[in-house]
């Protein structure tokens, strides 16, 4: 009569209801039902009491396959995957599970990064409803992360074709998962597509313009990747930091870099030529930001160096005098920064003696060879710089 009554409030005076089941276990301390019914009302108010409950239950009848269901559902609700698990584990043993047990044990299994389980799971989950939103969304993302981008692509276009069900909407990891398998699909305009929808769903996430950017350049997308990261910082304002505005220098030189390795598209060498002066512009923030470092210095001298192939206007000269001052006040040069330096320099006063014929140019490439074979004394650049300097 107590679980009788137990079950009439439960809906509608959870309080209550608990309080008659515990009148049931009182009167039958062996009643696994009633320490089973009692868990349920606790489920949403107190979910470690829950699964005490549960606990006791399992304790008395291990063998009572459906509190391993609830226990199962608990753990994954709260965040317990692998205890969810483990609970599951005995509970699938007993066959009788529907789509939703399944669905929650691909969750426990996805969220402990156990991808295989959950791809088996998820097979027999569509087998039974096909168009499920929830294992399809799953399915989507757990192709995504085996890196099987066929079947994360079909998996993707099959999620976002199901109507939406009431009261839900995409969220930002639907939109991210699908760009990414597009992007590694090699539909990498319609992977920048749904980037930006991720973005649109909530603006406020500015991290997402950061990832996004990550994600393109890693697919060699290196100006798409300093648009979204410049939104990036932009959004971050005040707070953005000198890595940050080096970040996107190197997008920007990344992109240019690729443009003018080609000379002779004079097009691309254009293109390229703005987006290295785009990454001068960072670079130089840069070292602003963090004056007593070489990084801003060495990174603007090499940016300009590719604008000056030739090195016939020493673009890179005033950066790489800025860099070797930086580096040589710290306790501990860095000798490879030091090398470059010494080997521009010294080039750059062979060809201002070879226009010039002066002696003091001549004099500085002497001096910048000297410096650098005492870095690297096997340097062949430094070595013939020298003995042209020298007479010898």
Not at 132 to 140: A, P, T, Y
Not at 168 to 191: F, H, P, R, T
Not at 287 to 312: F, H, I, K, W
Not at 352 to 359: H, I
């Amino acid at each position: 009569i107590y679980k009788f009554e137990g079950d009439l409030l439960a809906k509608t005076k959870p309080g209550d209801a608990a309080m008659q089941y515990e009148q049931a276990v009182l009167f039958d301390p062996n009643s696994v039902v009633a320490y089973i019914k009692e868990a349920l009302v606790y489920e949403t108010i107190n979910s470690k009491t829950s699964i005490d409950y549960l606990n006791k239950a399992v304790a008395l009848q291990p063998e009572y396959k459906i509190a391993y269901k609830y226990l199962g559902r608990i753990y994954t609700q709260n965040g317990f995957y692998p205890e969810a698990i483990e609970a599951y584990k005995k509970f699938f043993d007993g066959g009788d599970s529907t789509v939703e047990d399944i669905k929650l044990y691909v969750q426990a299994n996805y969220f402990t990064q156990q991808y295989d389980a959950a791809k088996e799971l998820l097979v027999k989950g569509l087998a039974m409803q096909p168009n499920d939103f929830i294992l399809n969304r799953l399915s989507m993302y757990t192709y995504n992360e085996l890196k099987d981008y066929s079947n994360a692509l079909s998996s993707a276009e099959k999620f976002f074709s199901i109507p939406l069900p009431k009261e839900v909407n995409y969220i930002i990891q639907d939109y991210m998962a699908y760009g990414n398998i597009l992007s590694e699909s090699g539909k990498k305009l319609e992977a920048i597509e749904q980037f930006k929808k991720a973005i649109e769903l909530d603006p406020s996430k500015i991290e997402l313009n950061k990832e996004i950017a990550g994600i393109l350049a890693n697919e060699d997308m290196n100006i798409e990747a300093a648009d979204f990261y410049k939104k990036y910082i932009e959004l971050k304002g005040e707070a953005a930091e000198a890595a940050d505005f080096n970040q996107l220098a190197r997008y920007y030189n990344y992109a240019g870099s690729a443009l003018i390795a080609d000379p002779e598209n004079a097009e691309n060498v254009a293109k390229g030529t703005e987006y290295l002066k785009e990454a001068d512009k960072y670079f130089g923030i840069v070292a602003e930001r963090v004056p007593d470092s070489y990084l801003g210095y060495y990174q603007r001298a090499q940016v300009n160096a590719r604008m000056d192939p030739n090195t016939e206007q020493g673009l890179a000269k005033p950066y790489y005098e800025k860099a070797v001052e930086v580096s040589l006040s710290k306790e501990d040069p860095n000798k490879r920064v030091l090398e470059e330096a010494y080997q521009y320099l010294s080039y750059y006063y062979y060809l201002q003696f070879d226009k010039s014929k002066k002696a003091e140019d001549k004099a500085l490439v002497k001096e910048y060879s000297e410096k650098l074979l005492e870095i690297n004394p096997d340097n062949a650049n430094g070595k013939a710089l020298f003995e042209f300097a020298s007479g010898k």
